[in-house]
């Protein structure tokens, strides 16, 4: 493109000549003046994503208009285990929506300590198995050491990838992120992989902090709205079924596969 411009521009005065090259020139992306906040394409193979310069909280990766955020590290795993965690997000509101059954297989992606992965296991019971998910293997260490102290026996840590679940195909009736979709590095890769291990009409359910609610006191990359989490989840396919609106805090946002 940029030669047959030049090309054109050979044909015409020498003012039109510079007006046009400078007008190459800053729409060529290795060579544009333009500021350096500006998303450039993700070298490489993969074009879904675009790279930006990090805000405080992300990783200069944006996917489908979203700056995708820092992960929490295995250092900051006592968050997790907060004290006022049941009272703030209410889990026990969330477990009854989810309509879980004995003997079902559940993913919990992203499980880091296994806060929920033990109260998902208890709601399958012994018949049913939860495949507990994460990609830190100081996390997964934790999530078994819990697992261990509390006698669950029905579940299976899996260390993934940053692109990949590493679940077998169609073995998971329902898939849950509680507050780990916006962290994801990969959140196209992880959801083709979470889709791949759903059983025809199985669910995935996005849990994230409330992005429309300004009260809610969490930084804004690690909040995420329901219009964006139905955007990014019906572009790979999924029928959104419900919004559970009983909880606090968080949006609870349940797709299905077709």
Same mark, same amino acid.
């Given at each position: 493109?940029?030669?047959?411009?030049?090309?054109?521009?050979?044909?015409?005065?020498?003012?039109?000549?510079?007006?046009?090259?400078?007008?190459?020139?800053?729409?060529?992306?290795?060579?544009?003046?333009?500021?350096?906040?500006?998303?450039?394409?993700?070298?490489?193979?993969?074009?879904?994503?675009?790279?930006?310069?990090?805000?405080?909280?992300?990783?200069?990766?944006?996917?489908?208009?979203?700056?995708?955020?820092?992960?929490?590290?295995?250092?900051?795993?006592?968050?997790?285990?907060?004290?006022?965690?049941?009272?703030?997000?209410?889990?026990?509101?969330?477990?009854?929506?989810?309509?879980?059954?004995?003997?079902?297989?559940?993913?919990?992606?992203?499980?880091?300590?296994?806060?929920?992965?033990?109260?998902?296991? +208890?709601?399958?019971?012994? $018949? %049913? @198995? &939860?495949?507990? *998910?994460?990609?830190?293997? /100081?996390?997964? =260490?934790?999530?078994?050491?819990?697992?261990?102290?509390?006698?669950?026996?029905?579940?299976?840590?899996?260390?993934?990838?940053?692109?990949?679940?590493?679940?077998?195909?169609?073995?998971?009736?329902?898939?849950?992120?509680?507050?780990?979709?916006?962290?994801?590095?990969?959140?196209?890769?992880?959801?083709?992989?979470?889709? +791949?291990?759903?059983?025809? $009409? %199985? @669910? &995935?359910?996005? *849990?994230?902090?409330?992005? /429309?609610?300004? =009260?809610?006191?969490?930084?804004?990359?690690?909040?995420?709205?329901?219009?964006?989490?139905?955007?990014?989840?019906?572009?790979?396919?999924?029928?959104?079924?419900?919004?559970?609106?009983?909880?606090?805090?968080?949006?609870?946002?349940?797709?299905?596969?077709?």
């Amino acid at each position: 493109m940029l030669r047959i411009r030049l090309h054109n521009c050979l044909a015409s005065n020498t003012y039109r000549l510079l007006s046009i090259l400078l007008t190459c020139l800053s729409a060529c992306p290795l060579l544009s003046t333009a500021s350096s906040d500006a998303a450039t394409p993700v070298a490489g193979a993969d074009r879904r994503y675009e790279r930006v310069v990090p805000s405080a909280d992300g990783i200069g990766k944006r996917y489908m208009g979203r700056e995708i955020a820092g992960v929490m590290g295995w250092q900051g795993a006592q968050w997790l285990e907060r004290e006022s965690r049941a009272s703030e997000e209410r889990p026990e509101l969330l477990l009854r929506e989810l309509e879980l059954a004995p003997g079902m297989t559940v993913a919990d992606i992203g499980a880091g300590t296994g806060y929920y992965t033990w109260q998902l296991a +208890k709601q399958v019971g012994s $018949g %049913g @198995r &939860v495949y507990a *998910v994460d990609v830190q293997p /100081e996390m997964i =260490s934790m999530l078994d050491r819990q697992m261990e102290k509390r006698g669950v026996r029905n579940v299976v840590s899996v260390l993934a990838s940053e692109t990949n679940v590493k679940l077998p195909p169609a073995s998971v009736d329902l898939a849950i992120m509680v507050d780990v979709y916006h962290e994801l590095a990969y959140p196209s890769e992880v959801l083709d992989s979470i889709i +791949k291990a759903l059983k025809p $009409g %199985g @669910r &995935v359910v996005f *849990v994230e902090y409330r992005a /429309e609610d300004p =009260s809610v006191a969490i930084k804004p990359l690690h909040k995420m709205s329901e219009r964006q989490i139905r955007r990014e989840a019906t572009a790979h396919g999924l029928k959104w079924e419900r919004s559970i609106k009983s909880l606090p805090i968080q949006h609870a946002i349940v797709f299905r596969k077709p």
